[in-house]
């Protein structure tokens, strides 16, 4: 039975421009609570390897990263690349994800952030 039902959800799993921003709004609030399991949910072992020191050091960010909204989301190969304007106390930075999907799970890949 829950084979069948493991089953029935994987073949759910609709990978697109909206779910791969799903998919980066869940990432950016675990990172402003500072909630490491949850970026290790929504990330693949590359990008936790590249960018742990950053995003897995369980620091809540809230109080500098005030806000952030969705650019856009487009298909690239067998990813998608989305990208956000994000506020900092700093100032304005925007941030590229690259996400695919992986094992039945869609995952952020990499990282890049440009002021």
């Known amino acids: 039975m829950i084979g069948t039902l493991l089953l029935g959800w994987l073949s759910d799993l609709v990978f697109d421009a909206a779910s791969a921003q799903e998919?980066?709004?869940?990432?950016?609030e675990a990172r402003r609570s500072g909630d490491t399991e949850k970026?290790?949910?929504?990330t693949t072992a590359n990008f936790q390897k590249a960018y742990?020191?950053?995003?897995l050091d369980g620091i809540a960010t809230k109080p500098y990263?005030?806000?952030y909204k969705f650019i856009s989301s487009k298909p690239?190969?067998?990813a998608f690349i989305v990208k956000a304007l994000e506020?900092?106390?700093?100032?304005?930075?925007t941030g590229?994800?690259?996400v695919i999907e992986t094992g039945g799970a869609v995952l952020v890949d990499t990282w890049d952030s440009q002021q």
């Open 23 to 28: 998919t980066v709004r869940q990432l950016l």
């Open 39 to 42: 970026v290790r949910s929504l």
């Open 52 to 55: 742990g020191d950053i995003w």
């Open 65 to 67: 990263f005030t806000s």
């Open 76 to 78: 690239s190969g067998d």
């Open 87 to 93: 506020s900092w106390n700093s100032g304005d930075e």
């Open 96 to 98: 590229t994800y690259k």
